[in-house]
Nanobody, 129 residues
Framework: QVQLVESGGGSVQAGGSLRLSCAPSGSTYSTNWMAWFRQAPGNEREGVAAINIDGGTFYADSVQGRFAISQDNAKNTLLLQMSSLKPEDTGIYYC???????????????????????WGQGTQVTVSS
């Protein structure tokens, strides 16, 4: 079992930056893909960025070039650096982990919520215009 705890959300004006952190605990050896998702009120949860244990990454088109996902292996922490934030980036951001052995197929499937087994409680990000 993997437990995930997000932190770093907050309110920022458009054009600003935020960094989110996700601290996994428990059986972290049981996952090799982690990702960030977000959900705005009235919208479905959508994938933002994913990273595998070898450092390979995949981004949603809407955040490509503005967001960067990374892993701090020394602290065993997943990070999401968000820059040039827009009001449409507003939502609850969730950290997720897929069980080891999960098959994704196409790279775009690394952003499908149904591919992930463990979820954090989420952290709110609000971007004002």
């Amino acid at each position: 079992q993997v437990q995930l705890v997000e932190s770093g959300g907050g309110s920022v004006q458009a054009g600003g930056s935020l960094r989110l952190s996700c601290a996994p605990s428990g059986s972290t050896y049981s996952t090799n893909w982690m990702a960030w998702f977000r959900q705005a009120p009235g919208n479905e949860r959508e994938g933002v960025a994913a990273i595998n244990i070898d450092g390979g990454t995949f981004y949603a088109d809407s955040v490509q070039g503005r967001f960067a996902i990374s892993q701090d292996n020394a602290k065993n922490t997943l990070l999401l650096q968000m820059s040039s934030l827009k009001p449409e980036d507003t939502g609850i951001y969730y950290c997720a982990a897929a069980r080891r052995g999960q098959y994704f197929g196409l790279p775009s499937r690394t952003l499908r919520p149904d591919k992930y087994d463990y979820w954090g409680q989420g952290t709110q990000v609000t971007v004002s215009s």
